[in-house]
């Protein structure tokens, strides 16, 4: 049985820092490439980061890039988002997914998503 499990969401002052981990069960890390998306109340949910599956390649949207870094620890099965420099504008419920086509940043309704985790940045 496939799951992704988020951790790692809290609040946090403007500056600050977290590390979300998306701790999966049912497949490799090798075997599908895996994403962050966001989703923030009354907007779309976009995507992140992607991690692929060959070779760790790693993709970022410009909202994130230079603040936010994905890594993997394949011995933990767990993928994670270290995101600094917080800002409120990244307040949203986080959410991994597999299989992401990373080039587009994209998955389908129907792979796998984990439940979620929430972040605030507020003073």
């Known amino acids: 049985q496939v799951q992704l499990v988020e951790s790692g969401g809290a609040l946090v002052q403007p500056g600050g820092s977290l590390r979300l981990s998306c701790a999966i069960s049912?497949?490799?890390?090798?075997?599908?490439?895996i994403g962050w998306f966001r989703q923030a109340p009354g907007k779309e949910r976009e995507g992140v980061s992607c991690i692929d599956s060959s070779d760790g390649t790693t993709y970022y949207a410009g909202s994130v890039k230079g603040r936010f870094t994905i890594s993997r620890d394949n011995a933990k099965n767990t993928v994670y988002l270290q995101m600094n420099s917080l800002r409120p504008e990244d307040t949203a419920v986080y959410y991994c997914a597999a299989p992401t086509m990373c080039a587009t940043m994209t998955a389908h309704e129907y792979d796998y998503w984990g439940q979620g985790t929430q972040v605030t940045v507020s003073s």
């Open positions: 049912g497949f490799t890390l090798d075997y599908y490439p």
